[in-house]
């Protein structure tokens, strides 16, 4: 794609970014820059919401409307946004901390709730801002600063955990995968209710440091390694699954999201009250 095309969604004076080198925040960031490109998307009419984390400060990069909230609480205060004004178009771009860990309980019910919200998890697999400390979704076995001798819980999978919640369209791609990765951005952009594209993302200062992955261009060999389609994914014996990562669509559902069903509650509240009103 044409780089004029995309420089009106990037506050290019911002530029370059802060991310460490190698980090894979900034693949996803143009990745969500071109998705809006390519949608030509009123950029008044666009809100991103970030929560704190490496990925949170995405939103200093995009040029448009942009809340820089607490972290967690990325997709609560996205919800107020979206229900307050239905007609705005809302992302919410996270990291695994963000999403998954600190603001773990705003995500299940943001899928459940199904508000046509689009969110985006830059998923590294630990919390690299604080000094790469597990997180929600650290393997088990993982080398982290909080867990030297190996991790002792199991990660979330988070595309699984949000189709069981009820979100409409969930899907995953990696730093390695651009093309699958801009068109599932392109198709939760413009999916009606709740969507959210999971990214596996390099973090080569402290996961692939901790963990012995190499520098970024290993690990981007890693993604392109143990990324296998998801069809493919559940054809293997559990032990082959071991380590590697599902990438695909995991739910891609039509359904009423969350302000088309408010709107008619709204309007039933409207009728009661003038129904009240004429028998007085």
């Known amino acids: 794609?044409?780089?004029?095309?995309?420089?009106?969604?990037?506050?290019t004076r911002n530029l370059p970014h802060f991310w460490c080198p190698g980090c894979g925040n900034g693949v996803v960031l143009s990745a969500v820059a071109r998705a809006f490109a390519r949608l030509g998307l009123d950029r008044t009419q666009t809100v991103v919401v970030t929560g704190i984390g490496c990925f949170g400060r995405a939103d200093d990069y995009l040029n448009v409307n942009a809340v820089h909230g607490t972290h967690g609480r990325a997709l609560a205060i996205a919800t107020g946004i979206k229900a307050v004004n239905p007609s705005l178009r809302v992302v919410a771009l996270m990291g695994d901390g963000d999403c998954a860990t600190i603001?773990?309980?705003?995500f299940l019910h943001a899928c459940r709730r199904n508000l046509t919200i689009t969110a985006v998890v830059s998923n590294n697999l630990n919390y690299g801002m604080t000094g790469g400390q597990y997180s929600g979704t650290t393997p088990a076995g993982s080398t982290t600063s909080t867990s030297p001798l190996g991790h002792a819980e199991e990660g979330f999978d988070l595309c699984r955990v949000a189709a069981a919640a009820g979100a409409m369209y969930v899907a995953r791609a990696t730093v390695y995968h651009v093309h699958l990765l801009d068109r599932y951005l392109e198709t939760a952009l413009t999916?009606?209710?709740?969507?959210?594209?999971?990214?596996?993302?390099?973090?080569?200062?402290?996961?692939?440091?901790y963990n012995r992955l190499g520098g970024p261009v290993e690990m981007m060999e890693h993604w392109r390694k143990v990324a296998v389609p998801l069809e493919k994914y559940w054809e293997l014996p559990a032990e082959d699954r071991e380590g590697k990562v599902a990438i695909g669509v995991f739910q891609d559902r039509p359904g009423i999201p969350f302000e088309e069903r408010y709107r008619k509650v709204q309007e039933a509240a409207r009728g009661a009250r003038a129904g009240e009103v004429t028998e007085r």
């Open 1 to 11: 794609m044409p780089v004029a095309e995309v420089r009106p969604y990037l506050v």
């Open 103 to 106: 603001g773990g309980n705003h």
């Open 191 to 209: 999916h009606q209710g709740f969507s959210m594209v999971e990214v596996m993302s390099s973090c080569p200062v402290y996961f692939g440091r």
